[in-house]
């Protein structure tokens, strides 16, 4: 397999969702309690980036299995059928991937405990029934919550648990998972409406391919409205957690990107087309997600 074609296969561009929620953690845990374990970042990195290219592999292969009437879409649509791949390679990629990164929490959560297991457990779960399973998430109205919240808030929390679950000063009680939660809305919105934009293209091919997606419920016009709501959604959170101290003072400046992403959001809205305006909507994400990163590493370096 070439690597270009790994690459796409794995989806490698879209894992931003999943990098930036990951150093938000850990600048969050300095931030509170200045607690940092670096192996078990390290260590949650590699197991967090292999778990996210499984469930990419993952998708891509129920994907192909499950257009069994729609033979177009594997040959002109999906990686594995335009690049004639080996299904049972694929699935053994998969398999490799995932095997790996169970081992490796296995090992963090023999280190630092149960609560790492359960969310392990929610993760593991989530990825693998996105795709599979009898009635895969991705093919009903509830692909944007779990990918959203999986991504933006779990991956977070995680990073922060493993810095302060041996921390003197940090109570992990509700409160600590309420604040964290508060704190990664933004994330979460973010991340939900880069799935929501790609239903929101694909509205048709969904349909054919027989998915009822959120799009399919509410319809276009309701979906692009959600779609800017919760971009607002997400920024008002952010003030909230600065105002309440979640976050630094700094993190005010994530602001000034907000006229960019207002316009790329307006620009799909107006003509919401997979190829030419949804990438608007993958560049919202990371313009959002590296500006919390780079202002939150500087309130952190400035305690401002």
């Given at each position: 397999?070439?690597?270009?074609?790994?690459?796409?296969?794995?989806?490698?561009?879209a894992k931003t969702a999943s990098v930036f929620p990951f150093l938000m953690g850990p600048l969050y845990s300095y931030y509170h309690w200045h607690s940092i374990n670096t192996l078990w970042l390290i260590l949650f990195f590699i197991a967090m980036f292999l778990f996210n290219m499984a469930v990419d592999i993952n998708d891509n292969y129920w994907d192909y299995k499950n257009a069994t009437g729609s033979e177009s879409f594997r040959r002109e649509t999906n990686v594995i059928?335009?690049?004639?791949?080996?299904?049972?390679?694929?699935?053994?990629?998969?398999?490799?991937?995932?095997?790996?990164?169970?081992?490796?929490?296995?090992?963090?959560?023999?280190?630092?405990?149960?609560?790492?297991?359960?969310?392990?457990?929610?993760?593991?779960?989530?990825?693998?029934?996105?795709?599979?399973?009898?009635?895969?998430?991705?093919?009903?109205?509830?692909?944007?919550?779990?990918?959203?919240?999986?991504?933006?808030?779990?991956?977070?929390?995680?990073?922060?648990?493993?810095?302060?679950?041996?921390?003197?000063?940090?109570?992990?009680?509700?409160?600590?998972?309420?604040?964290?939660?508060?704190?990664?809305?933004?994330?979460?919105?973010?991340?939900?409406?880069?799935?929501?934009?790609?239903?929101?293209?694909?509205?048709?091919?969904?349909?054919?391919?027989?998915?009822?997606?959120?799009?399919?419920?509410?319809?276009?016009?309701?979906?692009?409205?959600?779609?800017?709501?919760?971009?607002?959604?997400?920024?008002?959170?952010?003030?909230?957690?600065?105002?309440?101290?979640?976050?630094?003072?700094?993190?005010?400046?994530?602001?000034?990107?907000?006229?960019?992403?207002?316009?790329?959001?307006?620009?799909?809205?107006?003509?919401?087309?997979?190829?030419?305006?949804?990438?608007?909507?993958?560049?919202?994400?990371?313009?959002?997600?590296?500006?919390?990163?780079?202002?939150?590493?500087?309130?952190?370096?400035?305690?401002?």
């Open positions: 397999m070439k690597p270009s074609i790994f690459f796409e296969l794995v989806e490698i561009k059928g335009v690049n004639n791949l080996n299904i049972h390679l694929v699935g053994w990629l998969d398999f490799s991937f995932s095997l790996v990164s169970a081992l490796i929490g296995l090992f963090i959560v023999y280190k630092t405990g149960i609560p790492l297991l359960i969310m392990g457990i929610f993760s593991f779960a989530v990825g693998f029934l996105y795709a599979g399973g009898p009635k895969p998430i991705n093919r009903g109205p509830l692909g944007e919550f779990f990918s959203g919240f999986t991504m933006g808030y779990v991956i977070y929390l995680i990073a922060i648990y493993i810095n302060t679950y041996n921390s003197p000063t940090a109570i992990l009680d509700f409160k600590f998972y309420g604040d964290a939660l508060l704190s990664s809305l933004l994330t979460v919105f973010a991340i939900s409406n880069l799935l929501l934009a790609n239903n929101i293209a694909d509205e048709k091919e969904d349909i054919g391919l027989g998915r009822k997606t959120l799009v399919y419920y509410l319809g276009k016009s309701n979906s692009i409205f959600i779609l800017k709501s919760l971009y607002v959604l997400g920024y008002l959170a952010l003030a909230c957690s600065v105002i309440i101290g979640l976050l630094p003072k700094m993190m005010l400046l994530t602001f000034l990107v907000t006229p960019i992403v207002y316009k790329n959001a307006k620009n799909f809205s107006k003509n919401p087309i997979k190829k030419k305006t949804f990438p608007l909507i993958i560049k919202n994400l990371l313009i959002i997600t590296l500006t919390e990163v780079v202002t939150f590493g500087l309130g952190v370096l400035f305690n401002f």
